[in-house]
């Protein structure tokens, strides 16, 4: 029997989750992907810690609002997934009726964002209608509308076929070069981790100030893709986020490795399920993402400090740093002449001085005080 007091919605859910004991945490691993039945032997607590991470920073967040949903314990969170799962392909209206058994004498308004929360867990996407919005509103997030007479399918179908491309991309290959961490040294670019896979590589910012968002739940996407049941993300977009990672963060790279430590993201763990990528061509989704960021790398810098440590082309760099330090000790070089030529002039010019007042003496002896005191 599960335990009864599991609240869902706490000050310290982050906390919270973190602390169950792993059967638990099985339970809730295997409501979202039942076909895994993970036992507490076969649970590797560092896999999902992002996972529990985001869900407890969302409970936390909504706190104050807590009283505007259905689902109140972590449990009645698990079965309303479970739910989900087994009626993706009814309408939102269906579903939430559907769901509605469970929550007799409840606001139909709390069913449905409770509907939408427990999808958003278990997708990944953020799933939050404006007009029953609870809770803060992150900019650098999207929000994704899911319409009364859509299924979560059609909802999945929709979002991704959008991001389909056929651009031209062959004037870029893709090599060891790169990576995240090449981005991020190179073009000074700034990683945000994001719980919302329709924002993954999503470049944003103007020129020198560029933020790229990155999806963080490896382990999600390996076990959506593995699941022999289909979800509403469809298996193609599934494996091509999962190469899109495998591709920027290279598995067996000491600096990725360090950056991701550095940065407290636990994927890195988690094997390449396919073979490296080395062709634009074998992406589709993201492949617009991929040629902006690639056209990035291989571009002209886009800000004064970007060109001082753009290290791309040794012999331009050099050429830039000796040119500095050229002109740094030749300012320093003159600076010292002139402090020198000054300390001459002022010498000179107290002897000549003392010459004049000699002079004066010479010329005019009836002003003796005047040239002793000068002599």
């Given at each position: 029997?599960?335990?009864?007091?599991?609240?869902?919605?706490?000050?310290?859910?982050?906390?919270?989750?973190?602390?169950?004991?792993?059967?638990?945490?099985?339970?809730?691993?295997?409501?979202?992907?039942?076909?895994?039945?993970?036992?507490?032997?076969?649970?590797?607590?560092?896999?999902?810690?992002?996972?529990?991470?985001?869900?407890?920073?969302?409970?936390?967040?909504?706190?104050?609002?807590?009283?505007?949903?259905?689902?109140?314990?972590?449990?009645?969170?698990?079965?309303?997934?479970?739910?989900?799962?087994?009626?993706?392909?009814?309408?939102?209206?269906?579903?939430?009726?559907?769901?509605?058994?469970?929550?007799?004498?409840?606001?139909?308004?709390?069913?449905?964002?409770?509907?939408?929360?427990?999808?958003?867990?278990?997708?990944?996407?953020?799933?939050?209608?404006?007009?029953?919005?609870?809770?803060?509103?992150?900019?650098?997030?999207s929000r994704i509308e899911w319409q009364h007479t859509q299924s979560l399918e059609q909802l999945g179908t929709a979002l991704f076929s959008q991001k389909k491309s056929w651009i031209p991309f062959n004037e870029?290959?893709?090599?060891?070069?790169?990576?995240?961490?090449?981005?991020?040294?190179?073009?000074?670019?700034?990683?945000?981790?994001?719980?919302?896979?329709?924002?993954?590589?999503?470049?944003?910012?103007?020129?020198?100030?560029?933020?790229?968002?990155?999806?963080?739940?490896?382990?999600?996407?390996?076990?959506?893709?593995?699941?022999?049941?289909?979800?509403?993300?469809?298996?193609?977009?599934?494996?091509?986020?999962?190469?899109?990672?495998?591709?920027?963060?290279?598995?067996?790279?000491?600096?990725?490795?360090?950056?991701?430590?550095?940065?407290?993201?636990?994927?890195?763990?988690?094997?390449?399920?396919?073979?490296?990528?080395?062709?634009?061509?074998?992406?589709?989704?993201?492949?617009?993402?991929?040629?902006?960021?690639?056209?990035?790398?291989?571009?002209?810098?886009?800000?004064?400090?970007?060109?001082?440590?753009?290290?791309?082309?040794?012999?331009?760099?050099?050429?830039?740093?000796?040119?500095?330090?050229?002109?740094?000790?030749?300012?320093?070089?003159?600076?010292?002449?002139?402090?020198?030529?000054?300390?001459?002039?002022?010498?000179?010019?107290?002897?000549?001085?003392?010459?004049?007042?000699?002079?004066?003496?010479?010329?005019?002896?009836?002003?003796?005080?005047?040239?002793?005191?000068?002599?």
């Amino acid at each position: 029997m599960p335990p009864t007091d599991e609240r869902l919605f706490s000050k310290e859910s982050v906390a919270n989750l973190a602390s169950l004991p792993p059967e638990r945490k099985c339970s809730l691993i295997n409501a979202f992907w039942p076909h895994f039945q993970l036992e507490v032997s076969d649970y590797i607590e560092h896999y999902y810690a992002d996972l529990f991470n985001s869900i407890g920073k969302t409970l936390e967040s909504l706190y104050q609002f807590r009283t505007d949903f259905a689902i109140q314990e972590l449990e009645s969170l698990l079965e309303t997934v479970r739910k989900i799962r087994t009626h993706q392909a009814l309408t939102k209206d269906k579903l939430v009726d559907e769901i509605k058994k469970d929550h007799l004498n409840v606001n139909g308004d709390d069913v449905v964002r409770s509907v939408e929360l427990a999808a958003r867990f278990w997708l990944g996407i953020n799933i939050c209608s404006r007009a029953l919005s609870v809770g803060p509103n992150y900019p650098r997030h999207s929000r994704i509308e899911w319409q009364h007479t859509q299924s979560l399918e059609q909802l999945g179908t929709a979002l991704f076929s959008q991001k389909k491309s056929w651009i031209p991309f062959n004037e870029f290959s893709l090599d060891e070069s790169f990576t995240a961490v090449s981005l991020k040294n190179t073009c000074r670019l700034h990683i945000w981790w994001t719980d919302n896979l329709v924002d993954h590589l999503r470049l944003r910012g103007s020129r020198g100030q560029r933020n790229l968002s990155v999806y963080r739940h490896k382990i999600c996407l390996v076990n959506h893709s593995k699941d022999p049941k289909a979800v509403a993300i469809e298996a193609s977009v599934l494996q091509e986020a999962i190469r899109t990672l495998d591709l920027l963060f290279p598995f067996g790279d000491s600096k990725t490795a360090d950056f991701l430590q550095s940065e407290g993201v636990h994927f890195y763990s988690v094997a390449p399920v396919n073979p490296q990528p080395f062709d634009l061509g074998e992406f589709t989704h993201w492949r617009d993402n991929l040629v902006q960021l690639l056209r990035l790398l291989n571009g002209p810098p886009e800000s004064a400090s970007q060109t001082l440590f753009d290290t791309r082309n040794i012999s331009q760099f050099a050429t830039l740093w000796i040119a500095i330090f050229g002109v740094f000790g030749l300012t320093i070089l003159f600076g010292i002449l002139a402090t020198v030529y000054s300390v001459k002039q002022y010498r000179v010019a107290l002897d000549a001085y003392g010459l004049a007042l000699a002079s004066a003496y010479h010329e005019f002896p009836d002003l003796p005080k005047y040239c002793r005191d000068g002599q």
